[in-house]
């Protein structure tokens, strides 16, 4: 048995503080090896005590160290390995359960801000409808009611809002029909689905009422101006609405403008809250993207209706206001417009459309304007016919032939004719005309109106294309000249989506009018076969077949009609007969001559004034003689005749003469008091069917005299005294004119006085006879 060797532990004394020590000895051990005295290897290892700080050298057997240090440094591994590992372990698990709770704390903090943002949403959108129904209902009754009259344009401001009410009050009820609450997980998918589903319907609503937005700002902008006028309106709003800050309508009419742009940030805040795995995520992304869509084609339509609205009105421009709009620029602008027109008709140039790169005509507008003329053609005539016809019913409307006494009393015929014009007059034929002008007229004009919008536009497009095509080849455009390709192409896009539409709604109202019209005169006839009826019995011919009946009826009208034209062309050769006139001395002359040269059966006077239009015609006044040369002209044309008009000859129309006879009818009595009726009368000039042989001029007994004074006021008048013997030289001016006669006085003077200043006395009323002054 070997006894172990005895341990040596040898003191170390501490060194001093300036030593440093290694890191590792500080440690508290440190082992290395040594050689003993026997030249064995032996395991030295130091511990220095804490307190102390002494150094203890310990030494292990020489042959037992080497397995000794190996597993004491096995143990010591072990140990920390599993200490490590239990550690990281636990600090695993406690991360992945905290991020577990920081993901259900962010889930939970998401779905609340979603609840709160589909609520605010849903909350918004039923104040929002409130306000709107108190503004449309309660405060525009009260302001009709109490603002009398009520302002102009009140109801015009309120133009489109009752559609958007409406499809706002659609999309809440749609979601009460789910009756689902704000935090449930199927709300989102029913707000999508009502949004999605009336999202056309939005679009027709708010794009008319945005577009239409600018004139209630101009309607209450005047209402301002008005003081008086603008306190009542405020008035009248807060005590309808004393809970809300309103001090004008536009607090109200302004609310649509910024509801439709809040849809997309609400949908895009309740999408951002949601988690993607959220069934309704992708639905949500579609709405959203629907909404920002939504608004971008009403921004659009907005500003079509603004380029619209400002080159569809006509204005009424005096020539003022047209030079004083003349400047450099227009008048560039205009000469480039004309240079571009020239070449488009002489073929220079081809005219572009919306395909300016491959230089194409548009066919398509071209297509739309050319029907757009022929229905704007097609309703200005039918409007034209219907006024015509509105007229003619009118004007026999106030011919009241059932008033007259016809001297046929006792008589069934006229006692039913009497009966049935009277009830026409009154009942039927007024109720017809009235329907007309309501239901044919009125539309007919309101069209009319209308295409005046569509014609500027395009003739606005016109001039667009123009100033186009001059800058489509520039490679680089100023802003002035992008602005101009930006109006036309505003121009073009606006008609070519509303001229079909214009031209399609057009076409059917004209129809429905022709139709209308047809409808009104079906009811016409058959009102006036219920009236007839009730009196068949008492007419004559009641009695008779069908077939005689009208066998008699066709007789009786070209019967009539025959007698009505007779009638009228006595009436119309009586009218055209002029008024029998004593002639002139110079007329008396006249007729002398022609008739020794030409023979009485050749003289005809002129019924109206004679224009010449070609070479060798006459200009003949009312009332002039002249002989007849050759009933044609040269060319035998028998509408012209070779007169001869006492010296000149030339032609004039054949259908302004008619043949000269001497009267045969005694005069009408003398505008003076003092002309007896046995006084010897002079024979006045008048037609009559015969031809008679002229009678032999009698001796004068009649002269003219002033009946006033009168003093000339220039050098072409001549000034006589009443009582004054005057001779008359032409009854009439230079124009033709009865108001004025060019007379003689004593001395020989010559001029013109006022025809009604001159009385014509008998010779022997007082006045010494004078030869040389009769008429």
Known sequence: ????????????????????????????????????????????????????????????????????????????????????????????????????????????????????????????????????????????????????????????????????????????????????????????????????????????????????????????????????????????????????????LSFFLVMPVQRIARYPLLLQTIQKHTDASHPAYALLEQTAHTSVALNCRINEYKRFREVADKYRKTEMLTIKDKIVRLNTHSIAKKTARLGQQIKHEAGLKPKIGVLDVLQLVDEEFDALEGFFYVLENGILELLENVEMYLQHLQGFLSCRTEDFDLDMDGEKAPICYKEITTALRQWILPMFEKRMRKLIHQPLCALRDLLVGPRNLIRKRLDKLLDYEVIEGKPNLSYEEQAVANTYRTLNTLLLTELPQFNGLALQMMWSTLGTFSCLHRDLAADMEQLFHSFAQQLPHSSLSPGAFWEWAESSVLEGARRLQHLCRMVEDKLNAPDAQPLSPSSQRRLKQLTDKHGSGKIFQVMSTVVGTRDLDLNLTKGELVAVISEADSRGDRRRWLVDAGGKRGYAAASKLIRYHQPTDDPPPSPHPNLTEDVTTRRRHSYSPAGNAPLPMSQPCFQVVGAYDFTARSKHEVSFRAGEPVRILEPHDKRGSPEWSLVEVRGGQRGYVPSNYLAIMPVGAGLPPNPGFFL
């Open 1 to 248: 048995m070997e006894v172990p060797r005895r341990l040596s532990f040898p003191l170390v004394l501490p060194k001093p503080a300036s030593s440093a020590r290694s890191p590792l000895g500080a440690a508290g051990q440190t082992a290395g090896s040594s050689k003993d005295q026997t030249g064995g290897e032996k395991l030295i290892s130091e511990e220095k005590t804490p307190e102390s700080g002494v150094i203890v050298v310990v030494e292990a057997p020489p042959e037992d160290g080497k397995a000794a240090r190996r597993f004491s440094s096995q143990d010591s591994f072990s140990e920390e390995s599993s200490l490590s590992e239990e550690r990281l372990e636990e600090e695993a698990r406690e991360a992945q359960r905290r991020a577990e709770e920081e993901e259900a704390a962010a889930k939970e903090r998401a779905a609340q801000r979603q609840q709160l943002a589909i609520q605010e949403l849903v909350e918004s959108e039923r104040s929002y409808l409130r306000l709107l129904q108190l503004s449309t209902v309660t405060i525009r009754s009260n302001l009709q009611q109490q603002l009398q009259p009520p302002p102009a344009g009140l109801d015009s401001m309120f133009l489109h809002i009752e559609e958007v009410i409406d499809v706002s009050s659609r999309l809440l009820s749609l979601l009460d029909q789910k009756q689902l609450q704000f935090g449930e997980p199927d709300f989102p998918q029913s707000l999508c689905d009502s949004f999605l589903s009336l999202s056309s319907e939005m679009e027709a609503a708010y794009k008319e009422y945005l577009a239409h937005y600018n004139h209630v700002t101009e309607v209450e902008n005047s209402y301002k101006q008005k003081e008086a006028l603008w306190n009542e309106v405020v008035r009248v709003i807060k005590a309808a609405a004393p809970d809300v800050n309103a001090t004008s």
